[in-house]
């Protein structure tokens, strides 16, 4: 995996810094609480369950933004947006995913602009 940092965990070396690997994973507890949520309420999770799952989606993530990340380079961009990572989605195959990543973008937007137009609106009514 990585080095040993002080028996502090380990960690993975990119561009000469140092990713403790607390940082490069997702926290255990989000990642067994999204898996308790599909499975019934008596079942039980083992820790090697929950720590080869946050394996995997730390990954899966970083792996997915790294093709957006490459994308936004090639274009001169700084910022990754959730279009970048639909792209990336679709350009590494998963097909499915970025279907259903660029549906809840878009609603993502609809509620955005619904929201921003209701401030404006609370804001114009309290300096009448």
Known sequence: M???NGGSGSSNEINGG???EQDRLLPIANVGRIMKQILPQNAKISKEAKETM???VSEFI???TSEASEK???ERRKTVNGDDICWALATLGFDDYAEGMRRYLHRYRE???DNNNN???NNNKERK
């Open 2 to 4: 990585g080095d040993n």
């Open 18 to 20: 140092i990713i403790k």
């Open 54 to 56: 946050q394996e995997c």
């Open 62 to 64: 970083s792996f997915v």
């Open 72 to 74: 936004c380079r090639k």
């Open 111 to 113: 509620l955005e602009v």
């Open 119 to 121: 401030n404006n609106n």
